[in-house]
């Protein structure tokens, strides 16, 4: 291992910033994310979030910063042998048509995967995303928002990544589907050695599923710490800028909904 690794991180970024045209959408972030960890990126709207989700597997290359896995720089790695290691679930995630097994077992034949071994993968995945196999004959654009999730969590772990990538996972959920994928994501912490990095808006979801978070804020990295205690350890006009920020966010949503 390089001496990047000495932090012993499973992931690590620095000094990481991305402009795209003319605009600062990540100032400067650092981070370190410990194999097996939790670890939830909280951040009101236009925080920078999702962008930064997306440079972990390099769908976006970052102005300056680099990002390490294992130690090693990702740039020196292959796009696709990345996004093996590293699998990332959209926050509306796109299914194909055909069966729910299809959409499994579609990533597995593009890495050359034996036929009898994806079916097994494909079983195994099922389970670990609180998915019954009766799912597996079932029509993918016929599922719910929630089962969609589920399976889309499904297709990532099939792939066996070191590090899953969640960007809002119940963003469009109503609050019975939230728990029920919720449920699911923390089932998979009990998995040995899965590092998980999850995107959400609210804090009391990075509470229920991280073990640290950071809160990001145009960009920047505003706070870190043991998501029990994040709010708490905030200062008081930060704090109130966040929650401010949020509630920003629910009016844009309402507004947004007349409008449909």
């Known amino acids: 291992m390089s001496h990047h690794g000495e932090g012993g991180y499973k992931l690590e970024v620095r000094d990481l910033s991305l402009e795209m045209e003319g605009g600062t ?22 925080a920078g979030k999702s962008m930064l989700l997306r440079t972990l597997v390099r769908l976006h290359e970052p102005t300056t910063g680099e990002v390490f896995l294992d130690g090693s720089t990702i740039c020196d790695l292959d796009p696709s042998d990345l996004r093996r290691r590293v699998s990332l679930v959209q926050q509306s995630p796109a299914m194909l048509e055909g069966t729910v097994e299809e959409n499994l077992m ?26 019954d196999p009766s799912f597996l004959d079932r029509r993918a654009e016929k599922l719910s928002g929630g089962e969609r999730q589920r399976v889309a969590i499904a297709r990532a772990l099939a792939i066996r990544p070191q590090v899953l990538l969640l960007d809002e ?24 050695n899965l590092t998980m990095v999850i995107v959400t808006h609210d804090i009391e979801q990075a509470r229920r599923l991280g073990d640290r978070t950071i809160l990001l804020r145009r960009g920047r ?16 006009e930060e704090r109130a800028r966040y929650l401010g920020e949020l509630d920003k966010r629910h009016e844009d ?8």
């Open 253 to 260: 949503e309402r507004e947004g909904d007349a409008c449909e």
């Open 221 to 236: 990295v505003v706070a870190e710490g043991d998501s029990a205690s994040l709010l708490e350890d905030l200062d008081p």
């Open 106 to 131: 579609f990533g597995l034949r593009l890495a050359d995967v034996p036929e009898e071994e994806a079916r097994t993968r494909v079983r195994e995945a099922m389970t670990r995303a609180s998915l």
């Open 25 to 46: 959408i990540l100032d400067s972030v650092n981070l370190g994310i410990q194999e097996g960890e939790a670890f939830c990126i909280l951040g009101g709207s236009g």
């Open 169 to 192: 996972p119940t963003a469009a959920l109503d609050p019975r589907t939230t728990r029920e994928v919720e449920r699911a994501i923390l089932g998979l912490k009990e998995a040995a």
